[in-house]
């Protein structure tokens, strides 16, 4: 079904019924300050312009300025709270990429074979197609958990994966990757997921040999590390398929933004406790050899940080390599320490800095689709109210709202409303509990 398709509302609750609400409006008003304020400006560009003459509405262009890395945090303020983050569930996708409320692909902690050859198995791995970066497993998750939690839980909040938030957060040091982002808000909450397009998932499926080689060895460190039984003997974990994983997903707050996020989790030490706290995180990296390597390295330690911050994973164990694949040294580093460790070093990140910057990229995207309408007066369905932020390292972010054909484009058939489910975009605003 097209997005501009009649449709038939399914029946309000008792109380919608009595007042049948013509257009849904997203319920919260972030407030900015004044000087917040000032680096949101308006602005249309022409190609949005002759979009947005097509659509017979303007289409707005938002922009927020890049961070300064080099103010203390005394003098950015107090640091931005980050709560800690609670597990709400987990669950696992297996071999056919089918997703199941168990921990069925949950893997455990074994040290590896002194010398590992990364390349083992190379041959044999089942590769996950490349994909879009979708919700919907996210979403089936937060279905089964958010009953339990108040209506009013996530008004205001964010819904996004790890890698999102972990790309958003370590923005201000990015100096290479750019990255695009499509923004829905629906009953005040805010989804946000990465924007690949086809020219991007073509490019990311067809790797070089030679990188695709790179990637297999981070995954052959994963099966060397664990296995599916906790206490198993050290050695091969089994051939390497990249369809199974074991995701957590968790609540926790930024600033005064609400989060829910769900990430992948390599693997826990001992047994699974219901807590985030015998969780780990795997990684590979280039034995350091020199000045550079360590400081090449320490650049790396931003996006390994935030990725296990954000879900709460309190370990991460990385496997240094030879160019080759052979593995070396296996060190231990506990999460939390890790901005210690880099402070005051050359090149050196200052997470605080992340977080001033991920609260004011929140509050600038709440504050742009705070006047979201979902509205389906009279049964007719809009088009959704899709935005597409764009980052650009080293100038800042950019924001504007689709066209019509864009939206389509993002949306990709009838079982989508924009790029949320249509089975979850009707149970949110029609059955909410
Ligand atoms: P390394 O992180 O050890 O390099 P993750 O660490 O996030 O659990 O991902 C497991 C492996 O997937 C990575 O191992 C890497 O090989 C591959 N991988 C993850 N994200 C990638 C990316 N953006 N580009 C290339 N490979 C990636
Ligand atoms: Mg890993």
Redesign the pocket.
Known sequence: MSPTTKRTQPDPDADEAKAPPEQVKTKFCPKLTSDESARIEREDTPEREVEAAAAGKPLPRLELTYPSKTLSPGENGPPVPFQQPTPLTTFSYDSERELRFDDSSLRYYVDPPHGADLRHGYEKWIKRPEEKGRLDGLLRAWLRVRNGLPDEFMNGGVIAWRGVMTRILTAPYEEREGWQLNVMCVNGTVYLEEHISDAKLLEKENLTPH?RL??????S??SFCTSGMPHAKTGWGGDVD?NIQWCSVVKTKLGNTRLVIGG?V?CVRGKSTKTNDTLV?????LTIRGQQDESRFEKKLLKFYF?SFLLGVPEIIV?FRSPAGKLGTVQSFQTMQIPRMVRGKPGSWDPNVCLGWGERFLEFVKEAVQGDVHSAPDGVEEVPVVWRVEFKPGVGISMSQLGPEAVEEVQEGSDRYGFLPRWYWEGSLYNQA
């Open positions: 990188h790179q990637t297999y060895y981070g995954y460190f994963e990249t992948e390599d995180e795997l990684k590979t990296s990725q496997g």
